[in-house]
C-alpha cells in the first residue's frame, strides 16, 4: 500500500516535514578570515533548535549569514523553499526571519516605544502590542525612557519583543540569556517555550546549555566552523560525556 | 542717537540682522552637513559647491526659462537633490567601507571641479539676481528698518530647520534615519531598504544646499566661488555644534552667526577669525562638539 504512505508523509517545499530552513554547505568570511567551513543543518517549521559550542566555533556567524549580514557567503541557505544566499539582507528579513542580535542592538536615540515599533511589519500575524506587553510587562511602564537606559534584562526583552511584532516566522536570537539574572533568564525560557506553543521557529544560539536543554527540540554542536553533531534533545543525558568534550566544560 | 556700550544702536541692530542672516545659511548648510554625516559617514566637502549650483541653477532658470524665484524655491532643490542622489549612487557608495577620509578627498575633488566649471564659464564676478518684487522695500521697525527679503530669509530658514528637525526627530522616517545612523546592518536586517534611504538622505542633505543657494542668491551675488568662501565657516559651524547632531547644527548656526555680528560691532578686526577661535577653544575643551556625544 504505498499510497497511504506518500500521503501520510508529504514531502515539497512549505509542507510540514520539509526544512523551513536549510542551511547547506555555508561558508563565510570576515575579510581575510575564513570562519565558516560548510556548516550544514536544518530547522523544521515549529522547532525550536540551538546551536551549541565554544567562543569562535561560528555560532554568531552562522545567524548572520543566514541574515546576510556577513561580508562575504557561500553555499546554500534556503528559506521555505527559496534560495537567500544572494539576497540583500532586507530581503531575506522581508521574507519572514526576525534577528536579535547578541548585543541585543537597542538604539540609544530611540526612546523604547520607537524601538519598539521599529522593525517594519513584514507579514501578517505578528504579535499585537498588548500580547507583547502580556510577555513584557516591564516594557509597558518604560515607553518613553530611552532605549539604552533599561537594565540588562529589559534591553534583552525589548530587543525579543520587538521582533515579534513584524509577522516573522522564523526568530534568530543570539544568545538571549547572556549575563542576566536567572530570574530573567526563566521569564525568557518561559517566553520561547509560548513563542515555541504558537507556531514560532527558534533557533538559538546559547553558551547555556542547561538553558538550552529546557527549551529546546535538538542541539547542533558547532566546532571551528561546522557542525560537528546533533544530538535530539531527548537523547541529551546520553550524550553529556561527548557534549561536554565539545563545550570543553 | 542712542547708544549701547558706547555703539549706536542702528549699527548694533544692523549688525545684529547680518549676523542672523549668516547664521540662517550657517544652520541651513550644517544642518545638511551633520544630517549627512550622521548617516552616511561622509565629510560632504562638495556641499559649498552645491550650495552654489542652486543659487546657479535659480539665475538659469530666470535668465532662460523665465521662471521666478518662487518656483525655483521648489524646483532648484530638487534638480540639483537629483544631481547628488547620481554622485551617491555613482561615486560616494564605493566609499561607505572605507575610511572618512577617502569620502572627504572626493567631495573635495568635486567641489574643486564644479568651482572650476562654473569659474571657467562665468568668471568670478558675480552675476546679478533680483529680490522677487513681493519682498522688495523694508519694513520700519521704529529703531531700525528691516528689509522684508532679509526678515523672510530669516523665517524660512527657520521653519526649514525645525522642519526638518521635527522629521528627524520626532517621525518614524526619522526613527528609521536615527536607528540606520547608529547601526545601518541592523535596521537593513529588519527588513529596511537603508542603501536607498541612504541614496534619499544625501539627496535631501544635497538639495537643502540647493535651497540655501537660492535664498542667498538676491543677496550674495551668484558666484563661483560663494560656496567655498562659506564653507569653511560651516565646517567651523559643524565641529563647535558636534558632528551629527541635528538640533546642535542649527542653534550653533544662528548661535555663531549672531555672535559673528556682535564681534563686527565691538571689535571688527576679529570677526573673521572669531568663529575659528571659537572653534579652538571648543576643539580644547569638548572635542566632541557642544552638542556632540563622545563615539
Known amino acids: 500500500m504505498p499510497d497511504a504512505l506518500t500521503t501520510a508523509r508529504p514531502a515539497g517545499p512549505g509542507t510540514a516535514t520539509a526544512p523551513l530552513l536549510s542551511v547547506r554547505d555555508l561558508n563565510a568570511w570576515y575579510g581575510e578570515s575564513h570562519i565558516l567551513h560548510g556548516v550544514t543543518f536544518d530547522v523544521r517549521a515549529g522547532e525550536v533548535v540551538t546551536l551549541l559550542g565554544r567562543n569562535g566555533a561560528g555560532k554568531t556567524t552562522t545567524l548572520r549569514s543566514i541574515m546576510g549580514i556577513v561580508p562575504r557567503r557561500e553555499g546554500s541557505i534556503a528559506y521555505d523553499g527559496q534560495e537567500t544566499v544572494r539576497l540583500a539582507s532586507n530581503r531575506i528579513a522581508r521574507m519572514g526571519i526576525a534577528y536579535c542580535p547578541e548585543e541585543r542592538g537597542i538604539f540609544a536615540s530611540l526612546n523604547v516605544e520607537e524601538n519598539l515599533l ?26 518613553s525612557s530611552q532605549g539604552t537606559k533599561l537594565s540588562g534584562g529589559e534591553q534583552q526583552m525589548l530587543a525579543i519583543g520587538r521582533i ?49 536543554a529546557t527549551v529546546a527540540d535538538r542541539h547542533y554542536v558547532m566546532d571551528h566552523g561546522r557542525v560537528a553533531d546533533m544530538i535530539p534533545n531527548s537523547e541529551l543525558g546520553a550524550n553529556m560525556a561527548k557534549l561536554h568534550d565539545y563545550l570543553g566544560v | 542717537m542712542t547708544e549701547i556700550f558706547g555703539v549706536p544702536t542702528q549699527a548694533l541692530f544692523g549688525q545684529l540682522l547680518i549676523g542672523l542672516i549668516n547664521g540662517s545659511f550657517y ?81 573635495f575633488g568635486l567641489a574643486l571641479i564644479l568651482q572650476g566649471l ?52 520626532r517621525t518614524k522616517l526619522g526613527a528609521y534615519l536615527r536607528a540606520a545612523t547608529e547601526n545601518r546592518a541592523l535596521v537593513q536586517a529588519f527588513g529596511v531598504n537603508v542603501p536607498r534611504m541612504i541614496t534619499l538622505t544625501y539627496g535631501f542633505g544635497v538639495g537643502l544646499a540647493a535651497l540655501a543657494g537660492v535664498m542667498a542668491a538676491p543677496i550674495y551675488q551668484v558666484n563661483p566661488q560663494m560656496g567655498a568662501n562659506l564653507i569653511i565657516v ?62
Not at chain 1, 522593525?119 to 506587553?133: H, K, N, Y
Open chain 2, 118 to 169: 562654473f569659474t571657467n564659464y562665468y568668471g568670478s564676478s558675480g552675476l546679478p539676481y533680483r529680490i522677487p518684487n513681493e519682498l522688495t522695500g523694508g519694513i520700519d521697525l521704529g529703531f531700525m528698518l528691516l528689509p522684508k527679503y532679509r526678515a523672510w530669509v530669516i523665517v524660512a530658514s527657520l521653519v526649514v530647520c525645525l522642519g526638518t528637525w521635527f522629521v528627524i526627530e
Open chain 1, 164 to 212: 515579534l511584532r513584524t509577522g516573522a516566522r522564523l526568530l534568530l536570537l543570539d544568545e538571549p540569556t547572556e549575563g542576566l539574572a536567572p530570574v530573567i533568564v526563566q521569564q525568557i525560557g518561559r517566553t520561547i517555550a509560548r513563542l515555541k506553543a504558537q507556531g514560532f521557529t527558534i533557533l538559538l544560539v546559547e553558551q547555556n546549555f542547561r538553558f538550552a
Open chain 2, 27 to 107: 544652520a541651513m548648510l550644517s544642518l545638511g552637513l551633520a544630517v549627512i554625516f550622521g548617516l552616511l559617514n561622509i565629510i560632504n566637502f562638495t556641499h559649498g559647491a552645491q550650495y552654489m549650483m542652486g543659487a546657479f541653477c535659480a539665475y538659469f532658470l530666470l535668465e532662460f526659462a523665465g521662471v521666478g524665484y518662487w518656483w525655483s524655491l521648489l524646483i532648484v532643490p530638487m534638480v540639483v537633490g537629483i544631481t547628488g542622489i547620481v554622485v551617491e549612487r555613482t561615486m560616494l557608495a564605493r566609499l561607505y567601507k572605507l575610511d572618512h577620509l577617502y569620502g572627504l578627498l572626493l567631495t
Open chain 1, 118 to 143: 521599529l522593525p517594519p511589519i513584514v507579514r501578517d500575524g505578528g504579535l499585537s502590542i498588548e500580547q507583547i506587553f502580556e510577555l513584557f510587562p516591564n516594557l509597558k511602564e518604560r515607553l
Open chain 2, 234 to 295: 560651516v565646517f567651523a559651524v559643524v565641529v563647535i555644534g558636534g558632528m551629527g547632531s541635528i538640533l546642535g547644527a542649527i542653534l550653533t548656526g544662528f548661535g555663531l552667526g549672531i555672535v559673528e555680528g556682535l564681534t563686527k560691532v565691538f571689535y571688527p578686526e576679529a570677526s573673521n577669525t572669531v568663529i575659528f577661535v571659537i572653534m579652538v577653544i571648543v576643539l580644547l575643551i569638548k572635542p566632541a562638539g557642544l552638542f556632540g556625544k563622545e563615539r
